[in-house]
């Protein structure tokens, strides 16, 4: 696969004091720019979301280097004061460029209660249909209110329990105000499986640069083991691939869960692995 960072110029990622290396994260920059702030501090680069503060992944910091002896009150620090929107701090995420030249020392933030995430780096220039194609699902772009409504019920449905359903449906409807606003600004689509119309499955891809990032791939609860999902990835990845401005598909997967093997078999190859440290009050 051809190095990708160049395709970065326009959102100014290679004017960045602090190189980010990892290709999810370059992406992930996108919806940042395009509806938060992104403040690059020399040996970390802070990411905003002011109007959804309860978006864990839109408001976090990336480090240069992995946490190292010292870094959890340190790390602490720098985010209390970056976040000054924060009357009270209910959740912390920090990731950072992985360096295997240098040794993590995650024990003081999983003593105080982070969780530690690996997260799967997959790419594709092509894609081909899953062992388990399903015939009966129809793949199109979400365009109405009411196709939109069921995208965010849908993704509200398949949370992990651990989230709140109240408090969660409202960081959802927040964040699907932003995907409604990059589709209507030539950016992307949000795509459906639908079965007799009802959905089933639903997933976004945007894109910037020649670069398509996937976002949110789920699957109703409901509907699961009938190959709905490889069949919705490779089917919309296909539509971005033919009418977007898009020469490469990143998506990034739990390292530990098997829906990389489904991104896999439809052509999806893993380029990296990242990892993150999130604490949050339920």
Known sequence: MPPVVDHFRQIGLRDNKMKLTSLSRQTDLMFSHFDGEVQDRGDYIVVKTPNNPGYHWGNYIIFSNPPQSGDFEKWQEIYRS?????DSFKHMTFTWNQNNEVRPNFDPFLNAGFKLDRAK???????????KLNHFIEVRVIQTSAEWEQAIQLQ????DR?????????????QFNTYQAMSKAGFGNWFGAFLE???????????????????????????RRQGICGTLVYKSAQIALQTLDVTTLVME????????????????????????LSWWIP
Do not use: M, W
Request: charged share 25%.
């Open 162 to 174: 651990c989230f709140d359903e109240k408090g969660y449906e409202v960081f959802k409807r927040r």
């Open 253 to 276: 997967a739990d390292a530990d869960y098997h829906a990389a093997g489904i991104y896999e078999s439809v052509g999806f190859r893993p380029t990296e692995e990242n990892q993150s």
């Open 197 to 223: 119309n009802h959905l089933v499955g639903d997933l976004g891809i945007f894109h910037q640069g020649g670069i398509g990032r996937f976002q949110n791939v789920e699957t109703h609860p409901n509907y």
């Open 156 to 159: 509200v449905a398949t949370r």
């Open 82 to 86: 970056e976040f000054t929107y924060y």
């Open 121 to 131: 780096v997959l790419a594709a220039q092509k894609v081909n249909p899953p062992p």
